[in-house]
C-alpha cells in the first residue's frame, strides 16, 4: 500500500502579484478599520493647544494684510484696496500708517506675550466643557480647532492601521512560505 504524504508534494505558489494584492488589500482594511480614530475623544490640552494654532493662524493673516495696506498706503498715490478697507473696517482701524503700526503691535503682541497667550489659552480651556456639549456655541476658531484635531485623528488612524495590517499580512506571508 502507498503512503501518499501532503508534506512530499509541492505547495501551490502563489503568484507574485496576488501576493501584491493580498497585501495592497491587507493594508486597506486596517486602513479602513484606523478610520475609527476620527471618533476618539477630544482631550482639553489637545484642544487648546489647537485653538491657539488656529488664533495665531489668524492673527498672522491680520498682520500681513495690516502689512499691505501699509505699503498700499506709503506709496505715492495712497489708494486702498478693497480687500485692505474691508480688513481695517473689521478691525476697526483707521486708513492712517499711525493707526497701522499701532494695531500690528497689538496684534503681534497678542500671540507673543506671555500673560496674553496665557488669558487666551485659559479662554479656551474654560469654554471647553461647553463646547464639547453643545457645537452650536463654538466660535470660528473652536470649530476650525474641533475639525483639525479629528481630521488628524482619522489621517493617523488610516497610516497607522494600513501599516499595522500591511506588517502582519508581511508577517504571515513569510510564514506561509
Known amino acids: 500500500m502507498t503512503n501518499y504524504d501532503v508534506a512530499s508534494y509541492p505547495q501551490a505558489m502563489q503568484s507574485p502579484r496576488s501576493r501584491k494584492a493580498n497585501k495592497v488589500g491587507a493594508a486597506m482594511v486596517g486602513g479602513l478599520a484606523g478610520m ?3 471618533y476618539i475623544p477630544v482631550t482639553k490640552n489637545n484642544f487648546v493647544d489647537q485653538a491657539f494654532k ?3 493662524k489668524n492673527v498672522n493673516a491680520d498682520i500681513e494684510g495690516l502689512k499691505q495696506a501699509a505699503g498700499e498706503l506709503s506709496l505715492s498715490s495712497p489708494k486702498l484696496s478693497n480687500e485692505s478697507k474691508i480688513l481695517l473696517n ?3 482701524v483707521r486708513d492712517n500708517l499711525t493707526d497701522i ?3 500690528t503691535k497689538t496684534l503681534s503682541d497678542e500671540i507673543t506675550d506671555s500673560a496674553s497667550v496665557k ?3 485659559s479662554g479656551f480651556a474654560s469654554g471647553f466643557e461647553a463646547f464639547k456639549k453643545n457645537a452650536d456655541t463654538m466660535d470660528n476658531v473652536a470649530s476650525e480647532a474641533m475639525k483639525n484635531i479629528k481630521w488628524n485623528n482619522f489621517r ?3 497610516g497607522l492601521g494600513a501599516a499595522l495590517m500591511l ?3 508581511c508577517l504571515f506571508d513569510r510564514s506561509s512560505q
Open 167 to 169: 506588517g502582519i499580512s
Open 119 to 121: 488669558s487666551i489659552k
Open 156 to 158: 493617523w488612524g488610516i
Open 90 to 92: 473689521r478691525l476697526g
Open 54 to 56: 488656529v488664533h495665531s
Open 36 to 38: 475609527g480614530a476620527y
Open 101 to 103: 503700526f499701532d494695531k
